[in-house]
């Protein structure tokens, strides 16, 4: 089975490293599809010196294909670039530029029309978590996937990471990960299921063996190269 290691640098790798690292990268492995999102800015140059197989995505794009909207970054405009991914939906940008469902479904629009594919994101926070109302949440965070969604990305691909695991060190338990991802395979036959939240190289292993996860979405270990291809290794070693 294919594995898929996505590495999600948010704001927080320089230039000159995400250069470095993209353009020395030799770890593709046998079955392993590996990915970096790089800040927008990046995004020219990571994709003229990517070397080795290492697929780039975008960490977001706008609900708008083109016109007047100062800031924003069309769906066209990526897949000008050859981008490979687009995420959508992380939990920073719901909860701190308080993206909507309605913001979503027109970027899931956008990237079907220019053929890019999405990494959507969902999750709960502890607050729902404590209030035993994950499956509510989740229900409602994908009432954005419908049939169109399901048959226009082919797999399409979904990262559940747990607000409160994420950047916190506290990842969510095996039994839990593997709670929300047969609901999830259930819910959405077919989807590609990776888990983040404070994945390290020392728990991906155990994280990569739970039922139901295809791969991992990870923020701060994804920055370092070395990191990153032993994560990649793993997961090959896995794939059989
Ligand atoms: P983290 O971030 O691995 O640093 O917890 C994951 C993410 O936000 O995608």
Redesign the pocket.
């Known amino acids: 089975m294919k594995r898929y290691i996505f590495g999600?640098w948010?704001m927080a790798q320089a230039r000159t490293k995400a250069i470095e690292f993209v353009s020395r990268w030799s770890g593709s492995k046998e079955n392993v599809e590996a990915a970096v999102f790089p800040s927008f800015v990046h995004l020219g140059e990571c994709i003229r010196e990517r070397k080795n197989g290492l697929k780039i995505g975008a960490q977001d794009c706008s609900t708008e294909m083109e016109g007047a909207f100062t800031g924003e970054v069309s769906a066209r405009m990526l897949a000008e670039f050859g981008m490979d991914y687009v995420l959508v939906g992380?939990?920073?940008r719901r909860a701190r530029f308080g993206e909507s469902n309605e913001q979503l479904k027109a970027k899931l629009h956008q990237l079907s029309l220019v053929g890019l594919k999405p990494v959507f994101?969902c999750g709960e926070s502890l607050e729902i978590r404590k209030a035993g109302k994950v499956f509510d949440l989740l229900e409602k965070q994908l009432e954005v996937i419908g049939a169109a969604e399901m048959n226009a990305f082919k797999p399409l691909i979904i990262?559940y990471?747990p607000v409160w695991?994420?950047?916190?060190g506290v990842t969510a338990s095996s039994s839990e990960i593997e709670e929300v991802h047969a609901w999830l395979s259930k819910k959405l036959p077919g989807a590609v299921l990776l888990y983040?939240?404070?994945?390290k190289l020392e728990n991906s292993e155990q994280i990569l063996r739970i039922p139901g996860v295809h791969g991992l979405?990870?923020?701060?270990?994804?920055l370092s190269p070395e990191n990153f291809e032993a994560i990649c290794q793993i997961a090959s070693r896995l794939s059989v």
């Open positions: 999600n948010k992380h939990s920073e994101c990262a990471e695991a994420i950047g916190t983040g939240g404070s994945v979405l990870i923020g701060g270990a994804s």
